[in-house]
């Protein structure tokens, strides 16, 4: 297995080894700008950072801000980025399935991971389950350890998204609050699941409630802005335990630069 050359330590656990599996970024996000968490989330030189998920990470091929961030935050580790997220998809490949089965699409999708060859594993699943309701989230929990299943022989340390909750814009569009419902309880199922993994949970939904930003999050209610990804770039910094640049930790409170930079 991979071994962390600090502690000897399989890659695989190094969610243990950053010492709490869940992470809640509410704290966090409300101190002042550069506080972070005690104990970071360890990438090794030459890692290879696979984003799995549904359409949060597919836009980040066009947004940039979380790649751009974490490469620049961790020059000297020379990381790799390989984006396999997927619009719409869910844990059980449906969307990249295409005009096939859910089956290919499930293991398309885990044909897709072992190519990548992951060293680290971000994943981003549960906000389309979560239009499942209670009743589905047996069946998502079980999705996602069936999946997770398919690839721990790439050893991957793993890293897990908590779901974003969904913003309310107003007229005409819908009222969210019902969706959230459900949007809290797949959360707290991915924070559990993360943990019984040895996996790194970063809780979006709490970081970007708390968040004083001065502008909508999103376009519609679910998809982000430009400035949404910005902000959900600067969470997943700080989820890992790192300090977020000083202009953007600035950013984040006010969407002003900082008057010391």
Partial sequence: PHVDTEKGVP????????????????????????????????????????????????????????????????????????????????????????????????????????????????????????YGGETELAGFVAGYNLLLDAVADTEAALVFWGLPLLENLGYPLPDSTPQNQNVTLYNEAVRTLAAERGGRFIDTQAAIEDTRHVAPLTENNIHFTNYGHWIFAQATLLGLGYEVPRFMAHGLRTFEMASDV
Avoid: I
């Fill in 11 to 130: 890659m695989c656990l190094r969610g243990f080894r950053a010492g709490v599996a869940s992470l809640t970024l509410l704290g966090v996000m409300a101190l002042a700008p550069g506080a972070v968490a005690e104990v970071p989330f360890e990438f090794e030189a030459n890692d290879r950072v696979v984003f799995l998920g549904a359409t949060l990470l597919e836009r980040e091929q066009t947004e940039g801000y979380l790649e751009t961030l974490l490469t620049s935050r961790f020059a000297d580790k020379k990381l790799t980025f390989r984006n396999l997220a997927w619009s719409g998809d869910t844990v059980f490949g449906d969307s990249r399935a295409a005009f096939d089965t859910a089956k290919e699409g499930f293991d398309r999708m885990v044909k897709q991971v072992h190519d990548a060859k992951p060293t680290v594993l971000m994943l981003s699943f549960g906000r389309n389950e979560a």
